[in-house]
Structure formats: structure tokens, C-alpha cells
């Protein structure tokens, strides 16, 4: 089964408006017309409308960080999946760690955001990854069997069509400690392994899984090169378009 590799550039709560602008064009001139894999760029929600605007007519993508999982209604702050179609997106981060662990966002409101944002067509890009202290103590195992289970739970079979996961552990983002190709191999087979059994084989060898986690252009090639790593959600290293399209192109 060939999966369709995707390479997301993350750029969390960075960049003024010329800098979203100037970073998205100078992306979408240099991946070109016809890279070899997905390419996205998830800049903040303000610059959403003129990335998008600059985006048009390339082979770039526009993404969102979150997403609230009601369509609509009293809930200042939020942005629904439908707001992020109409501002262009085509995917959106759900489950993010830096949701999870400082904003302390639950399992259960994972699993509302990812029914939420596939129903009204988005593509999902779900973050799961083990803390250091879980790892350390063996539980890897066990927080992957429990990110899966609750974040996809009751997704159709057309809806997991619009899933990737991401791997992401969370003592390798932003702190230029990358997981090793092995350890990232690792853990991609068991949660593709652990899909298999709940969802069934097909979902688990079609479902795309990108590995995050201070990925640079140095370390792009021997992740990327397992097979079970389908390309990588890139924080620091999305916000400079060189290292970003070097990145790329290690996949294409
Ligand atoms: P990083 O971030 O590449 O800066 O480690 C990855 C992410 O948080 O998605």
C-alpha cells in the first residue's frame, strides 16, 4: 500500500502578517508545481485569509492549529471547521501537545474536535506522543493504545480517509532533541499495529503517519527513509523557507 507522504510546517503563535505572507510565497515558489509529496503550511488564525490569498494556484496547502467542534453558536474564542473551509484550509492540527499539556485539552475534547472537523471535510492532522516521564517508565504502550482508541473512536471508514496522525513525542518538540529513525520506526509500526486492531487493516496500511519533533534538514532523510514514517509536522525549522523546502524535497 503506497501511502501519500505529507510534509506540514507548524508555525504556532510566530510570525507578524508580512512574515506569514513572505514565508508562504517563498514556500509555495519553491516547492514549485508538482512536489513529491503534500506540502502544508498551518500559520496562526489572523493570517489564515492572506496566506491563503497567496497561496492560491500553488501546490501549497493551508492548514489551521485547532479547531473548536461545534459548528457554531456562543463560544467566544473558538473557530469552527466550517470557518476554517470558508478561510481556505484544507487540513487542521487537532490534538496538538502543547494543547494537551498547557492548555490542558482532554481526550474527549480531541474526539469532538477530529468528529467535528472531518464531518464538515477537513483533513485531520492528530498529534499523539508520549512525555519523557512516560517513556521512562514504559508506558509508551499504553498512552498510544489510549490516544487512538479515544481520539478516532466512531469515525467512519470514508471519515478516516481524512486522518494523519503525527507522532509526536513530546521530549523531542521544540527542544532539538530528535527521536532516533529507529525510535521514531518504533513507535509509527506500533500505532499503525495498534489501528490494525481497532479499527481494522485496511484503515491502519492506508492511514499516514508523520513524525514531529525538532525535524531538520539534517535529520529529515534517515526519518523519513523508514518505512512507516509518511513524511513530518515541522515547528521551528517551518518558519525558515530554506530549511523547510530542504525538507521537502528529502521526500520528494
Ligand atoms: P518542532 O515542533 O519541530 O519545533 O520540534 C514540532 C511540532 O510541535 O509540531
Known sequence: MTRRKLVAGNWKMNTTRSEATALAG??????GASPGCDVAVCPPFPWLVPV???????????????VYSEP????????SPGMLLEAGCRYVIVGHSERRHVLGETDSQINHKVHAAVEAGLHVILCMGETLGERDR???????????????????????GRVVIAYEPVWAI?????????QAQEAH??????????????????????????????TAAG????????????????????????????VG
Open 26 to 31: 517563498a514556500v509555495a515558489a519553491g516547492v
Open 52 to 66: 491563503a490569498e497567496g497561496l492560491k494556484g500553488s501546490a501549497v496547502a493551508l492548514g489551521a492549529q485547532d
Open 72 to 79: 457554531k453558536g456562543a463560544f467566544t474564542g473558538e473557530v
Open 138 to 160: 514504559g508506558l509508551m504502550e499504553r498512552v498510544f493504545q489510549r490516544q487512538v482508541y479515544s481520539a478516532l473512536a466512531g469515525l467512519t471508514d470514508e471519515q478516516f
Open 174 to 182: 521544540g527542544t532539538g532533541r530528535t527521536a532516533t529513525p529507529e
Open 189 to 218: 509500526a506500533f500505532i499503525r499495529g495498534k489501528l490494525g486492531s481497532l479499527y481494522g487493516e485496511k484503515i491502519a496500511s492506508s492511514l499516514p503517519i508523520l513524525y514531529g519533533g525538532s525535524v531538520t534538514p539534517d
Open 223 to 250: 526519518l523519513f527513509a523508514k518505512p512507516d514514517v509518511d513524511g513530518g509536522l515541522v515547528g521551528g525549522a517551518s518558519l525558515k523557507a530554506d530549511a523547510f523546502l530542504s525538507i521537502v524535497r528529502t
